[in-house]
Every structure is written in structure tokens, then in C-alpha cells.
T-cell receptor, first 116, second 112 residues
Framework: GAGVSQSPRYKVAKRGQDVALRCDPISGHVSLFWYQQALGQGPEFLTYFQNEAQLDKSGLPSDRFFAERPEGSVSTLKIQRTQQEDSAVYLC??????????????FGNGTRLTVT | DAKTTQPTSMDCAEGRAANLPCNHSTISGNEYVYWYRQIHSQGPQYIIHGLKNNETNEMASLIITEDRKSSTLILPHATLRDTAVYYCIVRVGGGGSEKLVFGKGTKLTVNP
């Protein structure tokens, strides 16, 4: 079946612009995660949804970062007033319901954001 | 912070077994060990996970020591396509989520 889909694949923004990154999780997956990956580093956790509820946003680096999942399926990560340090790959992952820590996350291929 | 330590890099000859070690000395009793790998320009790919028993699937084997303080991922017959960064992760609870906390991983290079 289809995996996690992210769009756009690449995004170039001028400093100060707002951007919106989309994630389509695997159908039926209730858990959804956003990660940020800087060049040469491992992915870093940003935020977590269970259905439409945002249960953990401890990794969001500033109030310029905002994520939503209004109907418990598609999610959008929005970055306002982008800065150069926001340049990174943004990864989305989803996981099926019911098995908690015993359930692997499935990642998309990410959106590469470049802020100029 | 990541709860695991891995070597920065390793090399392996094509066709030989690749054994990737991981230390997780502070692991708690109900925390799983997960392995992912990441090939350039792709998202992390799930390989295998376990709690305390050894596990095997079509991709790899996971050997967890009896005290659970370390584990080894085994790729039985490495190919050039196995060249990637391999992440050993202890799945962390708390904060309302079941997130994976990545470290820096091991860069595995499979040589012809």
C-alpha cells in the first residue's frame, strides 16, 4: 500500500516568508510525528498527534512553528517568518493504533526546506 | 537526549555479515530497542525492534544482551545497497507521546 507522503519535496523560501508543509499519513494510522533533520545530524522530534489531538509539542523550537491535524488525518507543519536556521529536512512519520511502544513509525521522504 | 551510544562509522566487505553494536546502559524495563537506517535523501527506514528477546526478520537479526544494556544489529550478507546511516534508538515514553529519540547513528560503508 501507499506509504507516508509529504509535499512539496523541495521548498525554497526567502527569509521572512511563511511556509506550509503537508503530510499524508498511511491510511488508518492514528499517530503522527514531525521531525526536523539538519544536515549531517539525526532527526530531532518536533511534535506528536494522536488523531486530531496534539499531545506533545515539546520539540517545537519556537512559536514560529505550528502544526495541526484538524480531522485526524492529513497534517500541516507551518513555519512563520522563516529564518536561515530553519533550513532542514522536515520528516513526517505515522504509526498504527493500539500497540504503543511496540509499533514502528513509518517515515516519509521529507520536505527539504531551504531559506535564502 | 539520545539514550544510546554507537560507533561513528564502520566498514564491511560485501557478502560478509555486518555487526553493528549499540550501548543503552540506562534502558528501562519497558523500553524497546529500535533500529532504523537512512539512505541519503530518503526518510528513515524501519529495520527491526525488540524488548528483551532476540528478533529476526527478512532484513536483519537483533541480539539483545541478557541485562539489556547493549544490543547488536546483524545484517547477515551485506550488499552495497546496505550502505547507510544506522540508528539504534531506545523508545522513550512520557510527555504524552511515544516518540523515537535519534542519536547520530553509525555510518556503515559496504565495500566491494
Amino acid at each position: 500500500g501507499a506509504g507516508v507522503s509529504q509535499s512539496p519535496r523541495y521548498k525554497v523560501a526567502k527569509r521572512g516568508q511563511d511556509v506550509a508543509l503537508r503530510c499524508d499519513p498511511i491510511s488508518g494510522h492514528v499517530s503522527l510525528f514531525w521531525y526536523q533533520q539538519a544536515l549531517g545530524q539525526g532527526p530531532e522530534f518536533l511534535t506528536y498527534f494522536q488523531n486530531e489531538a496534539q499531545l506533545d509539542k515539546s520539540g517545537l523550537p519556537s512559536d514560529r512553528f505550528f502544526a495541526e491535524r484538524p480531522e485526524g488525518s492529513v497534517s500541516t507543519l507551518k513555519i512563520q517568518r522563516t529564518q536561515q536556521e530553519d533550513s532542514a529536512v522536515y520528516l513526517c512519520a505515522s504509526a498504527p493504533p493500539g500497540t504503543g511502544y511496540n509499533s514502528p513509525l513509518h517515515f516519509g521522504n521529507g520536505t527539504r526546506l531551504t531559506v535564502t | 537526549d539520545a539514550k544510546t551510544t554507537q560507533p561513528t562509522s564502520m566498514d564491511c566487505a560485501e557478502g560478509r555479515a555486518a555487526n553493528l553494536p549499540c550501548n543503552h546502559s540506562t534502558i528501562s524495563g519497558n523500553e524497546y530497542v529500535y533500529w532504523y537506517r537512512q539512505i541519503h535523501s530518503q526518510g528513515p527506514q524501519y529495520i527491526i525492534h525488540g524488548l528483551k528477546n532476540n528478533e529476526t526478520n527478512e532484513m536483519a537479526s537483533l541480539i539483545i544482551t541478557e541485562d539489556r544494556k547493549s544490543s547488536t544489529l546483524i545484517l547477515p550478507h551485506a550488499t552495497l545497497r546496505d550502505t547507510a546511516v544506522y540508528y539504534c534508538i531506545v523508545r522513550v515514553g512520557g510527555g504524552g507521546s511515544e516518540k523515537l529519540v535519534f542519536g547520530k547513528g553509525t555510518k556503515l560503508t559496504v565495500n566491494p
